[in-house]
């Protein structure tokens, strides 16, 4: 069983920066994929980034955020984080952690099997 809760949300200008982190209980986190997702408001939830585990730590972004969001993760501290630089307005949305048995890549949401509540995400034009 893996519990997981985010923090670091909040309200930021466009073009600003926030930090997200996911503090995870367990005793094998560090052989989980880790991954970001977020639902805008109106819209489907959609993934973010992910991290697998292993040799390399291999992470994966979509189109939208790659080159402005870093996946990270501190398996000492049982912990994942989301780095957001040049944040648009359409970032706005609930990010939530999730956690995956396997090697990632883990794009869709069948392959996480425990989720956070989730943080909001707001930023302001």
Known sequence: QVQLVESGG???QA???LR?????SGRTFSTYTMGWFRQPPGKEREFVAAISWGAGDNTYYPESVKG???ISRDN???TVYLQMNSLKPED????NCAAGRGRGPHYSTDKYDYWGQGTQVTVSS
């Open 92 to 95: 706005t949305a609930v990010y």
């Open 15 to 17: 073009g600003g920066s």
């Open 76 to 78: 000492a501290k049982k």
């Open 20 to 24: 997200l982190s996911c503090a995870a």
């Open 68 to 70: 402005r969001f870093t």
């Open 10 to 12: 909040g309200l930021v």
